[in-house]
């Protein structure tokens, strides 16, 4: 008896190696100042979403990452990882510095408690033992009388820190949310409502890193590259 279609489909499949269907997006226009890479088969995008270029920016919207703990049942954690592969510049110029900010909500009845950590690892892609980190937390434990506003933020800046080229590097960003209760009536709750990545703009030299960086005032958070503009630009 010959097999079925279904069946050699099946069987075709089962021999197909893991992450066969996933894929390296690039997302580099020919007017781009900052180009990305990234593996599309990410577990992170189930949490995040897909990235969205607009302008040199990069934007997240994760509307469905949150962690919720009531009557005394623990903590929950939700945590993903998101890689850009490959972060560079076509012109060759050092990335001045790294930005990722954050932010979301919460609400805390009783003597719940709530967390957010982010965390930011730049990795230079030309020399590897070229890394920086950053991994800042918020906590809140009082009762919050309702829904309240939660942020963080993480830099880097790779042309001060790193010994070989700045231009082309590997950005991980890490998120957990931790919700916890630890007796009947409590209630804890924390929500990312979204990322906003901004302003990737590479330095157009190599220079030190300037005494104050500017951030986009909206609310939405921000990664981004600043730019030092060469002298009479």
């Given at each position: 008896m010959k097999p079925s279609i279904r069946a050699l489909l099946l069987a075709?499949?089962?021999?197909a190696p893991l992450g066969s269907w996933a894929a390296a997006i690039t997302d580099c226009p020919v007017t781009?100042?900052?180009?990305?890479?990234y593996d599309d088969s990410q577990a992170a995008l189930a949490l995040l979403g897909a990235p969205t270029r607009v302008g040199d920016d990069m934007?997240?919207?994760?509307w469905d990452f949150w962690a919720l703990s009531e009557d005394g049942a623990g903590p929950s954690t939700s945590n993903t990882t998101f890689v850009f592969d490959r972060v560079?510049?076509?012109?060759?110029?050092?990335i001045l510095s790294l930005l990722v900010a954050e932010e979301g909500d919460y609400e805390i009845v009783g003597n719940g408690l709530v967390s957010a950590q982010l965390g930011l690892t730049i990795s230079s892609n030309v020399l590897l033992t070229d890394t920086i980190a950053a991994t800042p937390l918020f906590t809140a434990s009082a009762d919050s009388g309702g829904m309240d506003l939660w942020s963080l933020s993480a830099s880097g800046y790779p042309v001060a820190s790193f010994t070989g080229p700045?231009?082309?590097?590997?950005?991980?960003?890490?998120n957990t949310?931790?919700?916890s209760t630890t007796a009947a009536g409590q209630?804890?709750?924390i929500h990312k409502k979204f990322i906003l990545q901004a302003q990737w703009l590479p330095s157009t030299q190599e220079v030190p890193v300037p005494a104050a960086l500017w951030l986009l005032g909206s609310g939405l958070g921000v990664?981004?590259?600043l730019r030092r503009r060469a002298v009479g630009c």
């Open positions: 075709s499949l089962s021999l781009a100042t900052v180009c990305y890479q934007r997240f919207m994760p560079w510049t076509p012109s060759g110029a050092g700045a231009n082309d590097v590997k950005v991980s960003i890490a949310l931790t919700a209630y804890a709750f990664l981004g590259v």
